[in-house]
């Protein structure tokens, strides 16, 4: 349980709240695809209980420094902590839950963007 203050009120916070930030580059097909697919992401895995920061690096380049951002798109995770990033358009829906901690939700409710291959042992592709 989180104990925080909003407005000089204190707050109790019964869920922890994820904080992310989403590094784009205006507004290029990739940028974009990040954008949608991470907003899609939060809508069936997070109940509404994160914090989401857009940073348009073509408008604010000085701001890649602060979370060491080398590529673009990039999702950084604060909060929880460890921090964590994940670098693309977040189209592989099983790779941002692994990336964020949610993975156990990844089972419950699998995305139509891109399901896992089903594969035999030893069967040929």
């Known amino acids: 349980m989180k104990k925080g203050k909003a407005n000089g009120k204190s707050t109790v916070n ?8 989403l590094y784009v580059a205006g507004q290029t ?22 914090d989401l920061e857009v940073i348009d690096l073509i408008k604010n380049p000085q701001l890649a420094a ?7 798109p990039t999702l950084v995770r604060n909060l929880p902590h460890p ?13 941002v839950l692994v990336g964020l ?10 995305s139509p963007v891109s399901p896992p291959p089903e594969r035999q042992i030893g ?3």
């Open 29 to 50: 097909p990739k940028s974009l695809a990040a954008l949608s697919n991470l907003q899609r992401i939060c809508a069936e895995h997070l109940n509404g209980v994160y």
């Open 66 to 72: 602060g979370d060491q951002i080398l590529a673009i």
């Open 123 to 125: 069967a040929k592709p």
């Open 14 to 21: 019964h869920e922890p709240a994820m904080k992310l930030r």
């Open 101 to 110: 901690d949610l993975r156990g939700n990844s089972r419950e409710a699998q």
């Open 83 to 95: 921090i964590r990033k994940i670098i693309g358009d977040l189209s592989n829906v099983d790779r």
